[in-house]
């Protein structure tokens, strides 16, 4: 009898908890016109043509707008033609579809030493160290850093 008992009540409430979901975020089904996308942007971005580039990216997550390559590259392309508004929001919905994309954090890193707030862009070095270690893009973000390190009147000689 009491076998029984926990039985039915494990089965009463466990259902409702596992029917509400809870897991990752379910991506849509793979679109393979999304690489070409991606792979003419890229064409665009390498010859600064920032604007061609996002209509590639805007057409392309009308398309798949789950996917946070698109989103990344979206911000990487608006952090470049000094949109930094729109280059933050593009990569926080990259980093929402994806917490784990390394080249979103990077990037953020980035925009937020073109915005004066090296303090974020260091907070990100540090996850980045904790979710890859010295992978390229914690090693881009903190030569990045240096770099803005640097360039700051207080690390300038005579200052």
Same mark, same amino acid.
């Given at each position: 009898?009491?076998?029984?008992?926990?039985? !039915?009540?494990?089965?009463?409430?466990?259902?409702?908890?596992?029917?509400?979901?809870?897991?990752?975020? !379910?991506?849509?089904?793979?679109?393979?016109?999304?690489?070409?996308?991606? *792979?003419?942007?890229?064409? #665009?971005?390498?010859?600064?043509?920032?604007?061609? *580039?996002?209509? !590639?990216?805007?057409?392309?997550?009308?398309?798949?707008?789950?996917? *946070?390559?698109?989103?990344?590259?979206?911000?990487?392309?608006?952090?470049?033609?000094?949109?930094?508004?729109?280059?933050?929001?593009? #990569?926080?919905?990259?980093?929402?579809?994806?917490?784990?994309?390394?080249?979103?954090?990077? #990037?953020?890193?980035?925009?937020?030493?073109?915005?004066?707030?090296?303090?974020?862009?260091?907070?990100?070095?540090?996850?980045?160290?904790?979710?890859?270690?010295?992978?390229?893009?914690?090693?881009?973000?903190?030569?990045?850093?240096?770099? #803005?390190?640097?360039?700051?009147?207080?690390?300038?000689?005579?200052?």
């Amino acid at each position: 009898m009491w076998r029984t008992f926990l039985l !039915v009540a494990t089965l009463t409430f466990t259902g409702p908890a596992l029917a509400a979901g809870g897991g990752p975020p !379910v991506r849509p089904a793979y679109n393979d016109a999304t690489p070409r996308a991606i *792979a003419s942007a890229r064409q #665009y971005i390498e010859r600064q043509e920032w604007d061609q *580039a996002l209509q !590639v990216l805007e057409t392309a997550r009308r398309r798949d707008p789950g996917n *946070a390559d698109l989103w990344n590259w979206t911000g990487y392309a608006e952090r470049q033609r000094g949109k930094l508004p729109q280059a933050f929001s593009a #990569y926080d919905e990259a980093l929402r579809l994806d917490p784990g994309h390394l080249g979103a954090r990077e #990037y953020l890193g980035e925009a937020w030493l073109m915005d004066g707030q090296p303090e974020k862009a260091e907070a990100l070095l540090a996850e980045l160290k904790a979710l890859c270690g010295a992978c390229d893009e914690e090693r881009d973000l903190a030569a990045a850093i240096d770099r #803005y390190r640097g360039q700051q009147p207080e690390n300038q000689p005579g200052y």
